[in-house]
């Protein structure tokens, strides 16, 4: 297992090295010029050119980004180019922030969605299956920002239980996690009511049921875990969907996490900070998916990485 271990975290590296190069080159080519935007407006030609000499945006593209992974790799991921603060100091300010909502998010959805999918599954056809499954339909087509806009106007403005926006406590996790958690709760919900259907009606389910176990034995030892492999993967895109796309919800509730910084930096083409967000969150997400893999073989002992 380590040496798949060590692989894949081999693997990993020309991965964040082609998503980063591919958000250097497109930041280096959309409009807006940021030396102009440093700069007051009454600022002189001379002035510009010489704040692009100072930020090296006169270099070649492939120039500029190698000069920038090359610091990177040290652990300099750069300073701000607008407010002047380390890039790797802030984000390690704000990155807590944004885990702590994904992970929370990701257990709701999963102590939610997972038994409601079994429930579904086992009342196939019955009412309980239809209610779940027109609910998860919701969930899944309702935009992150429609639902909390729609959960600030119950819940803070009134009913007053949970605060509309900021980090100051724990009540104001509650409205984000539960925004976060609509779509990916709808996702475990399906899929584990997808593939619990196709595993019941297995034979080796039937010969379980013969041999006179409880069916709440049956549902989870025998067809829930032979089920779970879809939705493992399910839950790790989840995870890594969040943390990449964190940016919805973190606007909306004013959360200073890192998709509202990363928002700020690509609207004034602060580079060290796009660049640098892209590198970390790249790396979450690649563990991420390890993670979900090695998972695998403890649900499903018949895996082995070795072959």
């Not at 300073?79 to 257990?107: K, M, N």
């Not at 969930?139 to 926006?165: C, E, I, V």
């Not at 492999?229 to 890192?258: D, K, M, R, W």
């Amino acid at each position: 297992m380590l040496k798949y271990v060590f692989k894949r975290i081999l693997l990993l590296i020309p991965v964040v090295i082609g998503i980063t190069f591919l958000v250097y080159f497109v930041l280096s080519i959309s409009p807006g010029d940021p030396a102009v935007m440093m700069l007051p407006p009454t600022a002189t030609l001379e002035e510009i050119e010489a704040k692009r000499e100072e930020l090296g945006l006169n270099d070649p593209v492939i120039l500029q980004y190698l000069s920038y992974m090359a610091k990177a790799i040290q652990g300099d991921f750069g300073v701000s180019w607008y407010q002047g603060f380390d890039v790797l100091d802030e984000f390690s300010h704000r990155l807590p922030y944004t885990l702590t909502l994904a992970s929370l998010a990701t257990v709701v959805a999963v102590c939610i969605g997972i038994p409601a999918g079994v429930y579904a599954a086992v009342r196939h056809n019955a009412l309980p299956d239809y209610i779940i499954t027109f609910l998860s339909l919701i969930l899944s087509a309702a935009p992150t920002f429609w639902l909390g806009m729609m959960y600030q106007l119950l819940f803070s403005l009134r009913l007053g239980w949970f605060p509309a926006s900021g980090a100051s406590s724990w009540l104001c996790f509650v409205l984000p996690i539960m925004s976060l958690a609509g779509s990916q709760l709808a996702g475990n919900s399906r899929m584990t009511r997808t593939w619990l259907l196709d595993t019941i009606r297995s034979d080796y389910v039937r010969t379980a049921r013969a041999k006179g176990n409880k069916e709440f034995t049956v549902i989870v030892k025998h067809a829930l875990r032979n089920s779970l492999l879809p939705v493992i993967t399910q839950i790790g895109v989840g995870f890594s969907t969040i943390v990449g796309g964190s940016l919805v919800a973190e606007t909306v509730y004013a959360f200073p996490g890192i998709g509202s910084f990363l928002s700020a930096a690509v609207k004034t083409k602060d580079i060290p900070i796009v660049v640098g967000c892209i590198i970390i969150v790249s790396i979450i997400v690649g563990i991420t998916n390890l993670v979900v893999d090695l998972l695998y073989a403890v649900v499903d002992p018949r895996v082995q990485f070795e072959k």
